[in-house]
């Protein structure tokens, strides 16, 4: 639900007792931020330096949740005439299957690259990976569209910063230049955003809010406000759906770089005086104290102690610590590779305090009387589920994903060939990741038609989604049929690589258009492939564990 499909029930409820519009909607964001189903917000975020990664490479990576639109699609870069414009949408997500819904036009440049459109748009042909994670901002930032003059989302603002830049600074500055000239419109809840934005050299965190609800263009005042802070070379950052910048240092354009208008609207709203001469921290000023948002939520803090145990295991972190008890970043204990990515996204939160799969409730008498785990437990029991059992609900990385990708950035390879954008449909727990090249300039159409509403199984995402079901239904037995079949598939993937790149790299050197095709063409193959096998092991899934033969 969002604030275009409410607003109808807000002004209805306006009318009474002299309320104004822009307090019901305040109210509304506020009641759905305290008590929506948090899992349609809980996009995760992971990234490592060059420094601290196995190969040099560096990684990006994100999972995205709710019903997004999971359909990739690879959209060619153009030339475009003088006096050409590009359109301004709304509803980009896809979320319930709502179609985009044009609601402005800007000027467009004279060249645009190619790049990778999901519900968040993460990759182009240049090898730079842009991740999302929405963050809180406080209520009187918020913009309410259609009473705002606000029009760029983050979704869009992405697209322009793909098809419009090719290094992670530039792709900060087209981002914040957009946003502060066309007015910032939070699309999930109406919240801030927090971006991972990567090139083959290093990464950034941006993060970006609105200005208020009565922003126009003509105001004289951007419309938007943002931050950035850089990434070490040597460290890991990750972002749980909460803000990380936390101080920053405008003077320092090596580690910061800050909108002029950053500190604007906490000196005009009183939350901040410059005259203390304290260290203005964005995170303290803007980020609100509720909801899943809160820097106190376990929501946020649960990924987070999951993903900082793993990588740095001897530091012990607390799992009902403050959020300021996890650092910005950190050096992680071991090279990070791809397939660690993998298995964080995979996370059950396994061997912590947040283990739903591990709850005593899953406990039955076995045969010989002693208590042993129900092969029905599950580390992502529905809600059905949980209620039936009495288990608390804790937020695993796993859970309720539509797709989510890892991108390996490789700047020591042309960048068809040294971009790579490992991804997968539906739950990562579940999925299968496929490698898909920045040289890449189409995908399967399996991969490419998912309808949410009509069960097709030639979408590879209803394969996965239907094959999830089936395996959580007998976790503990099916989960093995499924390991059996994609663990395979994503080693012989990693295990080629050394291979294509050789292949690849000499196509390159003689022809970039011969070298494109040969990356597209294994890559289609590759979905098909997944795609099928999906098929397969749903039909051996229902065959091998229907209910007539568990009486």
């Not at 909801?291 to 012990?316: E, H, K, N, Q, T």
């Not at 898909?436 to 949410?452: K, L, P």
Request: glycine letters at 8%; one cysteine or more; a negative charge.
């Amino acid at each position: 639900m969002n604030l275009v499909k409410l607003d109808g029930i807000i002004k209805a409820c306006s009318g009474k007792g002299g309320v104004t519009v822009r307090y019901c909607k305040i109210a509304m964001v506020v009641w759905l931020s305290l008590v929506c189903n948090y899992a349609a917000f809980g996009c995760t975020v992971v990234v490592a330096g060059k420094g601290a990664t196995l190969d040099g490479s560096v990684i990006a990576s994100q999972t995205a949740d709710g019903w997004y639109d999971s359909n990739i699609r690879y959209v060619p870069g153009k030339k475009h005439a003088p006096g050409n414009f590009t359109p301004i949408y709304l509803n980009l997500l896809g979320e319930d299957d709502r179609k985009p819904v044009k609601i402005a036009e800007i000027p467009e440049v004279e060249r645009t690259y190619g790049y990778f459109r999901t519900g968040y748009s993460s990759y182009n042909e240049h090898q730079l990976a842009i991740a999302e994670s929405t963050i809180g901002q406080k209520d009187e930032l918020k913009a309410f569209y259609p009473d705002t003059k606000s029009v760029m989302t983050v979704e869009q603002l992405s697209i322009l910063a793909l098809q419009r830049t090719r290094t992670a600074r530039d792709a900060i500055r087209l981002i914040g230049e957009m946003a502060e000239k066309y007015g910032f419109l939070g699309s999930c809840a109406n919240e801030g955003e927090s971006l991972a934005i990567a090139d083959t050299d290093e990464i950034w965190i941006l993060e970006i809010m609105s200005v208020g609800y009565d922003w126009s263009p003509d105001s004289g005042r951007p419309g938007a406000i943002w931050a950035a802070r850089r990434v070490p070379d040597d460290h890991v950052a990750v972002i749980a759906n909460a803000s990380r910048i936390g101080v920053v240092d405008p003077d320092d354009g090596e580690h910061f770089m800050v909108s002029k208008n950053y500190m604007d609207p906490a000196v005009r709203n009183g939350w901040y005086d410059p005259a203390s001469n304290e260290p203005f921290n964005w995170t303290d000023t803007y980020s609100p104290g509720y909801g899943p948002w809160s820097p106190s939520s376990m929501w946020v803090r649960s990924r987070l102690f999951c993903i900082y145990s793993d990588l740095a295991p001897s530091i012990r972190w607390d799992p009902y610590g403050e959020l300021r008890s996890y650092p910005f970043s950190f050096k992680p204990e071991r090279p990070v590779s791809v397939s660690d990515v993998f298995d964080i996204f995979r996370s059950r939160l396994n061997d912590t305090p947040f283990s739903m799969e591990d709850n005593q409730a899953w406990l039955v008498p076995g045969v010989n009387g002693e208590l042993v785990k129900s092969e029905l437990a599950t580390p992502v029991p529905d809600r059905a589920t949980r209620s039936l059992l009495n288990i608390p609900y804790s937020r695993p990385i796993a859970a309720r994903t539509s797709y989510s990708f890892v991108a390996q950035n490789r700047g020591w390879l042309p960048d068809p060939v040294g971009g790579i954008m490992w991804f997968g449909m539906g739950l990562p727990l579940f999925s299968c990741y496929v490698p898909i090249y920045a040289g890449v300039t189409d995908t399967a159409d399996s991969w490419r038609t998912f309808e949410a509403d009509f069960f097709d199984p030639a979408s590879a995402r209803w394969c996965v989604s239907l094959a999830s079901d089936l395996v959580n239904r007998r976790y503990q037995r099916a989960m093995k049929d499924l390991v059996l079949f994609r663990n395979p598939l994503e080693k012989s993937f990693m295990g080629s690589i050394p291979h294509v790149d050789k292949e690849a790299v000499e196509l390159y050197e003689r022809s970039p258009e011969k070298c494109s095709s040969y990356l597209t063409e294994l890559t289609v193959d590759r979905m098909k492939g997944v795609r099928d096998g999906y098929w397969r092991l749903c039909r051996e899934l229902i065959a091998k564990y229907n209910g007539n033969k568990f009486w």
